[in-house]
């Protein structure tokens, strides 16, 4: 399925902020017409007025129910914001929610029952087209409704399917979360290059630049890590010295990395209820 095809469905998008906004971009550059989306944001962009003119439904309802809602609002803004779409609960409409902590639940209690969900998690690359979602649904959504979530969502970077929605805590913590993780790492490697005589601005582009191109190396889907770091590694050279101290079975980067990633998906599942 392709972009283009989820035209003739009609789509109401709930939430344009940053990660809306980028949703909404993707399914335009990948052939959706404006006037196949209707967006419901009260403080909208110069963007989104713009696209009004061009044939977009700003803050106005479709004339039929839809076959798609995508709800992307704040977690905290989910009480308020779920009745503007009740309306089109009971199974005609698709609805895809990229809203944290908000378990299927939760949306069937708002949407009625026969509502097809199908709860996503992506992350913040999806803002340059290089996110990863994860996604799960309901018995309702089935697999034409996964397929349909995976084409808007695959429109800001790669998608995965969960076996269930109790994984969704982990992927919170990983992949939700793990961009955080990424640039603390580039901050830490900057201030120890620092540390070590560096001028601040040259530390940090020289961390910059070597995570970034790390990861792009770590892409290949050829290239275990582990390898990767191995090829780095020679013995009783610089590199085996750091990685010494990283590698530490009680205090280093892999034990510490699991009571960070744990510390986040309880505190996704205490968010969830």
Known sequence: ????????RGLVLLGCGKMGSA?????????????????LEPNPSPRLEALAREGLRLNDYPPEPPGIAVVA????????????LAGYGGGGTLFVSIAAGTPIRALEEAFGAGTPIVRAM?????????GMTALVGNDAAGEEGMRVAETLMAAVGETARLE????????TAVSGSGPAYVFLMIEALAAAGEAEGLAP????????????????????????PSRLR?????????????????????????????????AAAARSRALAG
């Open 1 to 8: 399925m392709d972009i283009p095809d989820l035209a003739g």
């Open 23 to 39: 949703l909404l971009e993707g399914w335009l550059a990948g052939g959706l017409p404006a006037s196949a989306v209707s967006a």
């Open 73 to 84: 609002v704040k977690p905290q803004s989910m009480g308020a914001a779920l009745p503007r």
């Open 122 to 130: 992506p992350n913040t690359p999806a803002a340059i087209g290089r």
């Open 164 to 171: 269930t929605e109790a994984q969704m805590d982990a992927v």
């Open 201 to 224: 601005d040259l530390a940090l582009r020289l961390a910059r630049a070597t995570v970034a191109g790390a990861a792009r190396l770590a892409e290949a889907p050829d290239r275990e």
């Open 230 to 262: 191995a090829d780095v590694t020679s013995p009783g050279g610089t590199t085996a010295a750091a990685l010494e101290m990283l590698m530490d079975e009680g205090d280093g980067l892999t034990p510490l990395m699991r009571r960070a990633v744990a």
